[in-house]
């Protein structure tokens, strides 16, 4: 599902970044000159405005401990200024929230994509029970600038220590698991960071150099790295989008969900499995989210377009989620208004994901040792 697909939060009122020259769109996604932007941001001479983006905070002394026993990661022992990510699944192991998590030592802050604060709050205030936190809806205070450098803007410290989340998907987290087999994954350049500022000073980063959504997104597909916004749908669970990499500590307390993610990790496959495609741009054509991947030949499908972006050195590219058996070299195609589009699978999930646990072969009842 698209981001533009989600509702956004509309009462900061328009962003001054929607009143710059060029700017397309409230947050702009491109100023006008979409590849150049996203080289800058690249560069990390760039920023991009996040403002339709949700924040929420828990306070108390409780606080980190609650938000281990109820999600997928392990972060009851973050200390101040530290970084995470960690999902909240339902009792089937399917995806409901994503969160990137910033702890300063009094309040944990909450990141999340346009439209999911509100459900994310009433969900945890749900789960509240007896326990030590306070929870608020903090996203009218505070906007969120995306970066994949330092720019020259001071985040906000309202408890001393500056909220910069910085993205753990470069490399796999300690009690992770990556699925892909490559010997370098493209997710070590993503040095990409999100800052909070006071809304008050958003006009102030907007004389920055910046960067529309489109760049981000192109960057992000070249990563390999799943968005909650783009790639989850209704059935999603972590695997099937490499997300036990970044966002899932495998040998953690229970949390809902958990049996699931263990199951499919040590004696099964995930029934999908996340793919890049390079797209043929001879028709000059970017399938939408949701276009059907087919097989070469073929109008049945196998599978969705969940991103397409124009990278500015890879060209069109997309991300998908297709069936699990379908083979590494089988010849695929996008279908994108009536038209076929020439896809090569880039593998990140293989097809013999999971089923990590060696479980020995039990004699039957009643065998006969030879």
Do not use: C, T, Y
């Given at each position: 599902m698209s981001s533009e697909d989600r509702p956004l939060n509309l009462s900061k009122g328009a962003s001054p970044f929607a009143s710059l020259p060029g700017a397309v769109g409230s947050p702009p996604e491109h100023y006008g000159n979409p590849l150049g932007e996203q080289k800058r941001l690249a560069e990390g001479t760039a920023i991009v405005d996040l403002s339709h983006h949700g924040v929420v905070t828990v306070s108390g002394p409780d606080r980190l401990s609650w938000l281990d026993s109820l999600t997928s990661q392990s972060i009851k022992g973050m200390k101040p200024g530290d970084s995470s990510e960690t999902l909240q699944l339902d009792i089937n192991?399917?995806?409901e929230y994503a969160m990137r998590v910033i702890d300063d030592g009094d309040t944990t802050w909450l990141l999340v994509d346009a439209g999911e604060a509100e459900g994310l709050l009433a969900w945890l205030t749900k789960m509240?029970?007896?326990l030590r936190v306070e929870l608020a809806d903090r996203s009218d205070d505070f906007v969120t600038i995306g970066s994949l450098g330092t720019p020259a803007i001071e985040a906000a410290a309202p408890n001393g220590v500056p909220l910069v989340w910085n993205d753990p998907w470069r490399s796999v987290v300690q009690g992770g698991h990556q699925y892909a087999h490559v010997a370098e994954h493209p997710g070590v350049e993503w040095t990409y960071s999100e800052r909070l500022i006071e809304s008050a000073a958003s006009a102030e980063a907007s004389a920055l150099p910046?960067?529309?959504?489109l760049a981000l997104e192109a960057l992000r597909v070249a990563a390999w790295r799943p968005r909650f916004a783009t790639e989850v749908?209704?059935?999603?669970?972590?695997?099937?989008l490499d997300w036990l990499r970044s966002a899932v500590h495998l040998t953690k307390g229970c949390y809902r969900g958990q049996e699931t993610v263990a199951k499919v990790h040590n004696l099964g496959h995930p029934p999908r499995r996340l793919v890049m495609l390079h797209l043929d741009g001879s028709d000059g054509v970017l399938?939408?989210?949701g276009s059907p991947v087919v097989l070469a030949g073929s109008d049945d499908p196998i599978g969705v377009v969940t991103t397409a972006a124009m990278h500015?050195?890879?060209?069109?590219?997309?991300?998908?989620?297709?069936?699990?058996n379908t083979e590494h070299d089988a010849e695929l195609s996008v279908l994108a208004d009536d038209?076929?589009?020439a896809a090569?699978?880039?593998?990140?999930?293989?097809?013999?994901?999971?089923?990590?646990?060696?479980?020995p072969r039990l004699p039957r009842l009643g065998a006969v040792r030879r």
């Open positions: 192991g399917r995806l509240r029970f007896m910046v960067a529309g959504l749908d209704e059935r999603s669970i972590p695997h099937e399938p939408a989210a500015f050195e890879l060209g069109p590219i997309a991300l998908a989620v297709i069936k699990r038209i076929r589009i090569a699978q880039e593998v990140i999930v293989p097809r013999d994901a999971g089923a990590e646990a060696n479980v």
